[in-house]
Structure formats: C-alpha cells, structure tokens
C-alpha cells in the first residue's frame, strides 16, 4: 500500500497526465495512468507539481529587520552595508532567531524548501553565525538552509576577518564565501579570491562569493574565481553570486570571459529584484539594469540560478519568499521571453538553483525525495505569470503547507456566474 499517490499531474519537464507514487518519503514511481491502492490519493486535475524552490543566495540573518535603526534613504548597496554596519551592535540571538524562523515559515507556505544563507562572520562575536546555525537546526525537520561564513566587511580590509570567517567554518557554515569587489584594491579583491578558495580546497568546501557586485565593467574579479578554480581542481564547487559587472563589460572581453567560466565548472547566481534595484545607482539616463549576462551565460552551458538575496532588509524593503515572484523579475530584466527562455527561468528558482546547492535526491523522478509542490498552473510559464498559488507543499512525503486556491467570483451586469483565476481544468 503507497503512503501517497499523485494522479493527473503535468510535470515541469512537459510530460502531462503522470502519476507520482510515494513510500516511505520517498518517490517510488512516477509514470502516467498508475492505478495502486494508496492511504492518501490526490486528483492534481492537470496541474503542475514541480519539485520545490530553492534559493541559492540570501542573508538569512538581516532578513524582516526592515526599518531597524532606520530605512536606507539613498537606495545603495554601499548605504545598506553601511546602514548593516549600524544595526549589528544592536541585534540580539534571540531576534535573529525568531526573524529568521518567521521568514522560513513563509518560504515553506511558498514552497521554498532549500536556502542558501550568506550569515555575516565580519563581528569577532560571530553571534549572527551562532544564530543561523540555531535556525538551521531548528528548521532542519522542514527546510534545508546552506550557510556560508560571509565576510560581509572584507575578509582583508577587516580587522580579524580570515580568522572570524575560519572560527565561522569551525563552528559549522558549509561553504566559504567572499566579497571581493569589497576588498580596499582590485590587488587584494584578487588575493582575497585566491586565499579563500584556498582555504576551500584545504577543507573541502564548496565556495560562493559575491563577486563583481558593481556597475564597474573592471571589476573582474569573477576571473581570479574561475582561474583559481580550475588551479585548485574545485570545479562543481563555486558558485559566482551576482556578477552584475559583467552587464557593463565590453562585449568582447565578455565572449573571453563566459567561455572561462563554462570550462571551470563555475556556477552563477543572478539576483534580480535586487540587482535591478541596487544596480546602476550612480547613472542618470540611460540607467543600466545590471544584471548578469543570464542568457548568454547559459547558452554557453554555465548552471544559472535567480537568487531572492534579501526580504524586508537593509538593502531591500520588499519580498515574500515567493520564488516565483524572482523568476518573474529574472524573466522580464533579462528579456526571455520566448517560451524556452521563460522556462529557463523557472528553472533558474528550482533545478538549477538546487543544482548550485549541490542537493541531494532532488526532482520528480523513482528515487528522490517525495518533496514537490503543487500548483495553481499547468506549466511552468503560467506558474510565473500568475505566480501561482501553492496548493500544497510537501517535504520527503510530509504535507507541510496548504494554501486555497486563488478564485475571485464576479458579480458583472450580463456574465453570471462568471470567475477569474481559474487557470487549470
Ligand atoms: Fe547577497
């Protein structure tokens, strides 16, 4: 007897009318018109199940602290760590933990199973890395969360920094990060590259830095990543988070670049609410939109996630955990429009982006985990048009989350009965 079977799903990859069978939190089969007696069976009626969201970049520890001390006037990334900088001697374990679990039970609610969180190491306290760590622990029954020892200062232009960021690490973050372009010089960006993923290979962690977060087209520091990578044998295991320069690259030191990055086995995080927000600052018209070269990235076979990076913080006021919502802004600043293109960027907030997490049984196929969720679409292009309603979320066979669907009955002079939002069927 199967714990659960899905019936009538439309699946990302396109195939329609599958059946998912779980065991045991596992998927055991997915095929279509299964028939197998089961405690629990579920008619999708044609709607998508897609396996869960994950976030492959976001600050876990500075998340709904909008407004504390004060609010980000200038709308800068540069204001937002200066406007961290003051909140930090003010914040408590205790906040953090509380915000942080608030934040993780509205991804759950979105389907959101899988973060990677860039926690702050640059405080010899490090209390904002021993308050992730307490949220992971806590949330780990129900979403799985990557810390990674993040130099927010500078891990060279810091007092201490290498050292916090190493203690982070001995404490329990799983990925060592960077902010290169953060570093008092181009020079030390460079070494700052080179000592961390050194210190990654030494301990056998993958790396993510935020790299190249700036409208300088020379800041290149994603480069030093990609050669220290293939030095170093890490390939798999980098992740370039943001990358926004390479918008304001010469074309044709960029046709060098991407090809480098590909043949390192380099991944990229484009965050799109944020970088269209913070990015080209310092323009007046035309203002650059700065995101990562997405499209041509991928076409030239380098693994692209959308990150949320920040919700409600001192670099962004808005955000919901809604994945789709990020797949939505990707889509139109990149201008993917066409039907492939569209699909790319749901797969920017799922595959990919568990791909940059490196997770383990993920996706909707016998063997995995029974972890997916379902929508209030058919396919992934109407799931982020409508950013569609989850319907219902599980993790390793567990419904953790229901939400009703979204209807709005009309009450029109002519069109009785007449409704909206009613895309399956
Ligand atoms: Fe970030």
Redesign the pocket.
Same mark, same amino acid.
């Given at each position: 007897m199967l714990d659960l079977l899905i019936t009538h799903a439309n699946l990302p990859d396109g195939r329609t009318d599958m059946s998912v069978a779980v065991q045991d939190g596992r998927i055991v089969e997915v095929t279509p018109g299964l028939q197998a007696p089961a405690h629990q069976t579920l008619d999708a009626a044609g709607q998508l199940l897609s396996p869960p969201f994950c976030d492959p970049?976001f600050?876990m520890d500075a998340t709904l602290s909008y407004g504390l001390p004060r609010i980000n006037q200038s709308g800068t990334l540069l204001e937002g760590i200066a406007l961290w900088g003051e909140l930090k001697p003010l914040l408590t374990e205790e906040a953090l933990v509380e915000r942080a679990l608030a934040y993780g039970d509205w991804a759950v609610a979105k389907g959101l199973l899988a973060i990677r969180s +860039?926690v702050d190491t640059s405080d010899p306290s490090l209390l904002p890395v021993r308050a992730m760590l307490e949220v992971k622990r806590r949330m780990a029954p129900y979403l799985d969360v990557q810390l990674v020892a993040f130099p927010q200062d500078g891990v060279l232009r810091s007092p201490g920094g290498l050292d916090n960021l190493k203690r982070a690490l001995d404490l329990g973050a799983d990925v060592v990060g960077g902010i290169p372009h953060f570093e008092r010089t181009m020079a030390d960006g460079a070494a700052s590259v080179k000592l961390l993923c050194e210190l990654a290979a030494e301990r056998g962690l993958p790396v993510d830095m935020?790299c190249d977060e700036s409208d300088d087209p020379l800041s290149r520091h994603i480069e030093t990543l990609a050669y220290e990578t293939q030095r170093l044998g890490l390939q798999g295991r980098v992740n370039g988070? +943001?990358l926004t320069s390479m918008h304001s690259m010469d074309n044709y030191y960029a046709s060098k670049l991407i090809p480098l990055i590909a043949e390192a086995g380099v991944s990229a995080v484009a965050?799109p609410l944020i970088n269209i927000t913070l990015q080209g600052r310092h323009d007046t018209y035309p203002k650059r939109r700065g995101m990562t070269r997405v499209p041509e990235l991928m076409a030239a076979g380098v693994t692209v996630a959308f990150g949320h990076?920040?919700v409600m913080d001192p670099w962004y006021s808005l955000g919901s955990g809604d994945m789709l919502e990020v797949a939505h802004m990707g889509l139109h600043v990149a201008q993917m429009t066409s039907q492939a293109g569209m699909r790319q960027c749901f797969e920017a907030v799922t595959v990919n982006a568990a791909q940059v997490m490196g997770l383990e049984g993920y996706g909707i196929a016998a063997g995995n985990d029974a972890s997916f969720v379902l929508l209030q679409a058919r396919d992934p292009v109407e799931a982020i048009r409508l950013r569609a309603t989850r319907l219902k979320v599980w993790r390793q066979g567990r419904l953790l989350a229901e939400t009703p669907a979204a209807q709005a009955r009309l009450s029109l002079p002519g069109r009785p009965g007449a409704t909206a939002f009613m895309p399956a069927g």
């Open positions: 970049h600050h +860039h935020h988070s +943001h965050n990076d920040c």
